[in-house]
Nanobody
């Protein structure tokens, strides 16, 4: 089983930026997604990247503000989050599925990290 470790969360002011990382040995064989659970809400898929890094998808709430990327040599996927809003507050999880395509649906993923907290507040 893949051991996914997220990092990079923290407290940031509205309009600020953070970069989240998701790392695991062997990650380069997997498509990866980031999910966001806002307080009191269900977990929502916000971005994913295919195994090769060629294909990426974004949820409507983050398009134009967040960028997903991967460094397969480093077994790491990144989520660059810019222009953060209070609504972006919550726990961010990375998830993995062995294969070539990526999706924004929880049911598609087999391995999950523990999550990292992001708080956007002045």
């Amino acid at each position: 089983q893949l051991q996914l470790v997220e990092s990079g969360g923290g407290l940031v002011q509205p309009g600020g930026s953070l970069r989240l990382s998701c790392a695991a040995s062997g990650l380069n064989y997997y498509s990866i997604a980031w999910f966001h659970r806002a307080p009191g809400k269900e977990r929502d898929g916000i971005s994913c990247i295919s195994r090769s890094g060629v294909n990426m998808n974004y949820g409507d709430s983050v398009k134009g503000r967040f960028t997903i990327s991967r460094d397969n040599a480093a077994n790491t996927v990144y989520l660059q989050m810019n222009d953060l809003e209070p609504e972006d507050t919550g726990i961010y999880y990375c998830a993995a599925v062995r294969g070539y395509a990526c999706y924004l649906y929880e049911q598609s993923y087999t391995d999950w990290g523990q999550g990292t907290q992001v708080t956007v507040s002045s």
